[in-house]
């Protein structure tokens, strides 16, 4: 199975992503709704050819309070894979892709999920964790062993984002 992503951009499509998710897991909504749709969270489609089989969302979570992390830290926060694509590791290649792709250092997990599947996610570094503050079931599981490259791969990051973001405003 060959996965392409897209990130999505249109309020309306990320707003029916995310009602799929909340429907499918029972509302775990660990931020104010507004926030979800906000520039700190992206949302990227899964294809197979041109049949979308899911999707997932990730938080910029930088600057709320992981004091010891002098770098941009994102979360993979939500994911969905629609039940006929379920079980042929799409969840595996969306969640290897953000970290690939987009510096996903976190995940969001309740506890009985991450403990069930404990050495699934200890596989990729996921193992200290820190409880949610808005939601006492939820965990944030960091990765250890963060490579020594990385720190200088964010710093050229960052100065990109704040430029192409200044630059977006004038094209």
């Excluded at 990130?7 to 029916?16: A, G, P, Q, Y």
């Excluded at 998710?21 to 990227?44: D, I, M, N, W």
């Excluded at 050495?119 to 944030?140: G, H, I, Q, T, V």
Aim: aromatic residues 18%; glycine residues 4%; contains cysteine.
């Amino acid at each position: 199975m060959t996965i392409t992503y897209k990130e999505v951009f249109d309020l309306h499509k990320k707003k029916t992503r995310f009602r799929l998710f909340s429907r499918a897991y029972f509302g775990c909504v660990t931020k104010a709704p507004e926030a979800l749709y906000g520039p700190l969270c992206r949302f990227f489609s899964a294809y197979e050819g041109d049949i979308e089989v899911g999707f997932i969302r990730i938080t910029n979570y930088t600057n709320d309070g992981f004091a010891p992390y002098k770098f941009l830290l994102w979360c993979a926060s939500d994911a969905y894979v629609k039940p006929q694509y379920r079980n042929r590791g799409v969840f595996k290649n969306m969640l290897q892709y953000v970290i690939d792709c987009h510096f996903v250092q976190m995940i969001l997990l309740k506890k009985t999920t991450y403990n069930s599947n404990k050495s699934y996610y200890e596989s990729m570094n996921f193992c200290n964790s820190k409880r949610s503050l808005e939601d006492p079931e939820l965990f944030y599981y960091i990765k250890k062993n963060v490579p020594p490259f990385f720190l200088e791969q964010q710093k050229t990051l960052v100065l990109t984002t704040r430029y192409s973001s200044l630059l977006g405003r004038f094209i």
